[in-house]
């Protein structure tokens, strides 16, 4: 099967008084119906990512480079009216805040018929139709009442539903949700999690989803990349993630969450930081941090290593589970 979204060796950087290699070679793939997650500590290049696949990132102080296909589509050679006709109709984005995404000067039923007009030609008062159909899809209050509603005049969740509702109006193929939960208490967390869920799979989309918490990943992603300093460290299965994580990274990220563990134990951190990425080390990047790592790990870039399967680490140890990494590190007996 053909992916509908194609990232290979992916770079971003940002040049401005100093130089940030924001994307250091991403690849990844997308199939249709799936949904992706892109998971890691914040600074790892996930949103960068999200943004590359739309060009919505600066165009004078950015540089992309490697290649992004989008529905068959070379996004890097689009010209303007290209981006514009996709954004929207064939790739959407739910935003992490929607009170910065949302405009404050028009109603929210004028914001989502709008979209209509532009990318199916109909009348204003048909892209009103679709607006309410779009709210009551989402399961908005009073949904003919929040037409004529501003979004400072709704709550978070319900801002955060209006988004999803203004993303998913046109039915595009694609869906990027870029940390859509982070705002949003426990409650309406779980809410929108579950509503995503259930329009993903209502209309067939495909969807990228952006976040740093396992326990959001799990609730809705079917397959996960974690990345790690602009780089993908490790990606497979939600399942192969969660019971046998190859990169020490992936498997710190894994003992640092409260999911599996038990009352009263302390919880395993990551010491150390992330590498400044205006200077990305020519190694791994993980290694100052890595409680693994030898002494090539320091002059050597770690290969990828292909586990099969769709899955792949970039660690010189990805073919050893994570008791057998943790039983190398107990000493011989005598």
């Keep these: 099967m053909k992916p509908v979204v194609s990232v290979r060796d992916l770079t971003v950087s940002f040049h401005g008084e100093r130089t940030v ?40 102080r950015t540089r992309i ?24 109709k064939v790739v959407s984005m739910i935003f992490q805040e929607p009170a910065l995404a949302l405009d404050p000067v028009y109603t929210i039923g004028a914001q989502i018929a709008e979209s209509v007009v532009r990318h199916e030609g109909k009348s204003m008062a048909e892209g009103r139709e679709r607006a309410l159909e779009m709210l009551e899809r989402v399961r908005i209050p009073s949904p003919k009442r929040r037409l004529d509603a501003y979004p ?51 209309m067939g989309m495909s969807v990228i989803f952006v976040t740093h918490d396992l326990g959001v990943a799990v609730e809705i992603c079917d397959r996960v990349s974690v990345m790690y300093a602009g780089k993908v460290a490790e990606t497979g299965t939600l399942a192969n993630l969660v019971r046998d994580p190859r990169h020490p990274y992936a498997q710190g990220l894994l003992s640092s969450t409260v999911l599996g563990a038990r009352r009263g134990e302390r919880l395993t951190t990551i010491p150390g930081a992330p590498p400044s990425l205006s200077q990305p080390p020519q190694a791994c990047s993980f290694e100052p941090r890595c409680r693994f790592a030898v002494a090539s790990c320091a002059i050597q870039r770690p290969p990828e290593v292909d586990l099969g399967e769709r899955r792949m680490a970039r660690c010189i140890f990805a073919e050893k589970t994570a008791s057998e990494k943790i039983a190398s590190l107990q000493p011989t007996p005598a």
């Design 152 to 202: 400072h005049e709704m709550s978070g969740g319900m801002r955060q539903r209006a988004m999803i509702a203004l993303a998913l109006a046109c039915k595009p193929k694609i869906l990027l949700a870029d940390e859509p939960t982070t705002a949003l208490d426990a409650t309406v967390q779980i809410q929108i999690l579950l509503l995503l869920r259930e329009l993903q799979a209502e």
């Design 65 to 88: 480079a490697g290649s992004i296909e989008v529905d068959g589509r070379d996004v890097l050679a689009m010209k303007d009216d290209e981006l514009s006709a996709m954004r929207g």
């Design 21 to 60: 290699h924001a994307v250091n070679g991403v690849s990844l793939e997308v199939r249709q119906g799936e949904v992706l997650g892109l998971l890691g500590e914040s600074g790892s290049g996930k949103s960068v990512t999200m943004r590359a696949l739309m060009r919505l990132l600066p165009r004078k």
